[in-house]
């Protein structure tokens, strides 16, 4: 301290009290530690603002817990489709590094949003809908995980006609919206009337069309109905149960979550697993990988689920055969 003093003193009484400072604060050992700034992940989906668990179980297993190694930017349009570009604008507004889209609607949204924020996908159909060039070479900013309907329906069909053997009418009634489902009902329709089936197609998207197609189903009956599967009919799958209930309607869904919901039988891809999958890619995105370099992964895990309370309802005796292969039921 001597030693410091009497150098003070010799420079002087005017740059003592700047030099002093300097010794203070101008070290770095002092000065603010400087806050780095997180990743951020936009998250845009159809449905109700409910915690997306899988997705955020898998994120922290990665190493990216809320607020501590990332930021997530949720968007949730409702179950109301007109309010998605707008959410998807917010999320490229909010300068998130990589998008996770849910659902055909949503990824349109996101798409027409931004040509540079890379998009990771859960999609019903990413190559009939022309979200990717190929599987393996998607190109622009797109990848993720995708199932393909061409591949499952016959399977879907087969567990149909098991079902029901001997069903002589079919309705598919699907969201026209949805960019991909228009070419999977057309081609259900072929498919069931190369089994007999005399086959047609109705669409919805509202809830009041949903209750008006049942309602018409009780003069013009169908043996059986598939729902093709996508976010907005996951989102009206408690209404569908409970109108297949009341109309004594097997209905037959392609995701199980319309099963939970009081549906009858789906068979399809383990919808949690996509979550997964995809969320594997936002964190290698997150990474530094660029999209265009990820191939669209499809799922691994199918799963037949069947509701024996909602069959005991309709007064359906479901097949042993399908009682037996089926991963899970519901009693």
């Known amino acids: 301290m001597r030693r410091r003093a009497l150098w003070l003193d010799r420079i002087g009484p005017l740059s003592a009290p700047l030099v002093a400072a300097v010794l203070l604060f101008g070290s770095s050992s002092f000065a603010p530690a400087q806050t780095e700034q997180l990743p951020k992940v936009g998250y845009l989906g159809f449905g109700a603002s409910v915690p997306p668990t899988h997705f955020q179980n898998r994120m922290r297993e990665l190493g990216y817990s809320e ?161 093709l599967t996508e976010q907005r009919s996951i989102a009206h799958a408690k209404l569908l149960g409970e109108l297949s209930r009341r109309e004594r309607l097997p209905v037959m869904h392609s995701f199980s979550e319309g099963v939970q919901a009081g549906g009858l039988i789906s068979y399809g891809p383990h919808f949690p697993e996509m979550v997964v999958m995809a969320t594997n890619y936002v964190a290698k995105i997150l990474k530094g990988a660029k999209p265009a370099e990820l191939p669209v992964e499809q799922p691994t895990r199918f799963e037949l689920v069947i509701n024996l309370k909602t069959a005991s309802e309709i007064g359906l005796t479901i097949p042993p055969s399908l009682l037996a292969r089926a991963d899970e039921v519901i009693e």
Request: aromatic share 6%.
């Open 67 to 227: 607020g501590k190694q990332v930021t997530v930017e949720y968007r949730f349009a409702g179950g109301r489709p007109g309010e998605l570009p707008r959410l998807a604008r917010e999320l490229v507004e909010a300068k998130v590094d990589v998008i996770m889209a849910i659902g055909d609607e949503a990824i349109v949204a996101a798409k027409n949003a931004t040509r540079t924020v890379p998009i990771v996908m859960v999609a019903c159909d990413a190559v009939t809908t022309g979200f990717v060039e190929s599987l393996a070479h998607p190109g622009g900013n797109l990848t993720g995980v995708t199932c393909i309907t061409s591949e499952l329906m016959p399977k879907r069909m087969a567990v149909f006609r098991e079902l029901l053997p001997s069903a002589f009418r079919l309705v598919v009634i699907y969201n026209p919206e949805n960019v991909s489902k228009s070419p999977e009902a057309a081609r259900l329709v072929e498919l069931a009337k190369e089994l007999g089936l005399d086959a047609k197609a109705v669409q919805f998207r509202t809830a009041e069309d949903i209750e008006r197609a049942f309602s018409a189903f009780a003069t013009d009956r169908p043996d059986g109905l598939v729902v």
